[in-house]
């Protein structure tokens, strides 16, 4: 049973510290997506990736976040500095290829940021 | 862009009842629709989908709903739910080709709690 794995599960970390999430996605899926699930914002878009190229991440605060995909079974999704306001969950998702319509999503890291 | 509303934030339901969840999207263009749910700390997972075809989509856990163009409307329904039923559930659309390089962005609702009671 394939699925998009995430590390850590739970993070609780202090304001200005550097925070590394990271995403297995499904073998042989070449589309990965990150995404932040707030009360407030709901779930929005950060930004997603093809063939481990970055096609969209104009959802991301561009001056503390940064993603990449070191490799094909790897995305990292950075904050540094951290902020109380980036407390969420993060998750990742994948899916075959871009045109494909279904999204895997993986359980996710609650980041926590006193 | 695309826009999806989901019409009530929480739905209470005794268990073996009939429950609707309702969704409605705004779109210019033709979409796909779904519906995710998700249990307490856990992801989303994928319950149905309607990319073209048969307006009634059938999912996982003996749950339908049905595509209404004329209303855009994609409400989800069960004819029965269990106590182990009791999840958020999402209604998303996404547009062919919305993202740059040609990708499927999903919009998601802001969510429906259902909780199922005894």
């Known amino acids: 049973d394939a699925r998009v794995t995430q590390t850590p599960r739970h993070k609780v970390t202090e304001m200005g510290q550097e925070v590394t999430m990271r995403c297995q996605p499904i073998l042989g899926h070449n589309t990965v997506f990150w995404y932040r699930q707030t009360m407030m914002q709901g779930l929005e878009l950060l930004a997603y990736f093809r063939n481990r190229a970055p096609l969209d991440d104009s959802g991301m605060p561009k001056d503390r976040f940064s993603a990449e995909m070191p490799d094909a079974t790897l995305a990292t999704l950075k904050i540094q500095p951290s902020e109380p306001r980036d407390s969420a969950v993060y998750f990742c998702?994948?899916?075959?290829?871009?045109?494909?319509?279904?999204?895997?999503f993986g359980p996710g890291t609650r980041l926590l940021v006193l | 862009a695309q826009s999806v509303t989901q019409l009530d934030s929480q739905v209470p339901v005794f268990e073996e009842a009939p429950v609707e969840l309702r969704c409605n999207y705004s779109s210019s263009v033709s979409v796909y629709l779904f519906w995710y749910v998700q249990y307490p700390n856990q992801g989303l997972q994928l319950l149905l989908k309607y990319l073209s075809g048969s307006t009634l989509v059938k999912g996982i856990n003996g749950f339908e709903a049905e595509f209404n163009k004329s209303q855009t409307s994609f409400h989800l329904r069960k004819p029965s739910v269990h106590i182990s039923d009791t999840a958020e559930y999402f209604c998303?659309?996404?547009?062919?080709?919305?993202?740059?390089?040609?990708?499927?962005?999903?919009?998601f609702g802001t969510g429906t709690q259902l909780k199922v009671e005894l």
């Open positions: 998702a994948s899916a075959v290829d871009m045109s494909q319509e279904t999204q895997y």
């Open positions: 998303a659309v996404s547009v062919e080709g919305e993202l740059t390089g040609g990708g499927n962005k999903l919009t």
